[in-house]
């Protein structure tokens, strides 16, 4: 019989993340969870840096060190590219001092993936406003990865609320030639049931946060992920013409094409 593993996931009081998360590893493997305290108010600057403030992270790394994960993973992306690319490895830095054998963040585990698979060019869908989203294109830019076209929901408030056709129709808008992959942000945007059908939609591959944070996370606990995390197979990706630029969607205006989810 096949001894579990365990990861350690950090999750920040989001609310897709428990039944998400699950769903990616396979049975070998087991997730230890803990939260961070909540932080209230709206998706925001002020309220990323918050949640990227590297002590309670060590904090809730110690709480999940009793079941001896063989790594531990912060699980929200805002968090750790708000700070780019140095804020992303203080994060890192405190989950080791803390104790934990390996670590990553989901930003960090997106470039791992990014790395890994050769992806270099990007398109790049994101729920945020467009501040935070030019904060991710910044780190992106950090690690040499272009953003070839990006879309922002603009949303503020309860993204965990969002299902899978308004996040397709998202994606739909977005203007993907040129890029090696899809990807969208956000650990509390729900998207196993969506991954494989969109990727055969669009017509190359298409990644997720809560995707690429489990698959960097298996990597780093020497287990190489499988079908279960739905790896991306690249089809051919047709390359632009010379004559023809590559062009930056504009920003998704959510009130006007979906019904935006109650405010709390």
């Known amino acids: 019989m096949q001894p579990h593993i365990g990861v350690g ?17 396979p ?37 999940l060190l009793p079941p001896e994960p063989a790594v531990v993973a912060y699980a929200c992306s805002m968090a750790s590219f708000i700070g780019g690319a140095a ?3 203080a994060l890192v830095n405190a989950m080791l001092e803390a104790g934990a ?53 603009g949303l503020r408030k309860r993204i965990w609320t969002l299902n899978h056709e308004q996040v397709a129709d998202a994606a739909r808008q977005i203007d993907t030639r040129g890029a090696d992959a899809l990807y969208i942000a956000c650990t509390n945007v729900t998207t196993y049931d969506l991954i494989k ?42 390359p632009l013409r010379e004559d023809e630029p590559v062009s930056e969607a504009p920003s998704f205006d959510y009130p006007e094409r979906l019904a935006r989810p109650e405010s709390v």
Do not use: C
């Open 9 to 25: 996931v950090i999750n920040p009081a989001d609310l897709g993340l428990d039944r998400e998360l699950w769903r990616w590893v």
């Open 27 to 63: 049975d070998s493997v087991t997730l230890h969870m803990t939260r961070l305290p909540h932080q209230p108010g709206d998706i925001d600057l002020t309220r990323a840096g918050a949640l990227a403030d590297p002590a309670p992270v060590a904090e809730a790394t110690r709480r």
């Open 87 to 89: 804020g992303e490895r």
């Open 101 to 153: 054998p390996a670590a990553t963040t989901s930003s960090g585990a997106m470039v791992s993936e990014f790395i890994h698979h050769g992806y270099q060019r990007v398109a790049l869908l994101t729920p945020y406003g467009p501040e935070i989203e030019q904060r991710l294109r910044s780190f992106l830019a950090e690690h040499e990865i272009d953003v070839t076209a990006s879309m922002s929901m």
């Open 197 to 238: 059908p969109l990727q055969k939609e669009l017509g190359l591959p298409v990644l997720s946060a809560n995707q690429t944070t489990i698959a960097a996370a298996l990597r780093l606990a020497g287990v190489e992920p499988s079908e279960h995390t739905q790896l991306p197979t690249p089809p051919a990706v047709l």
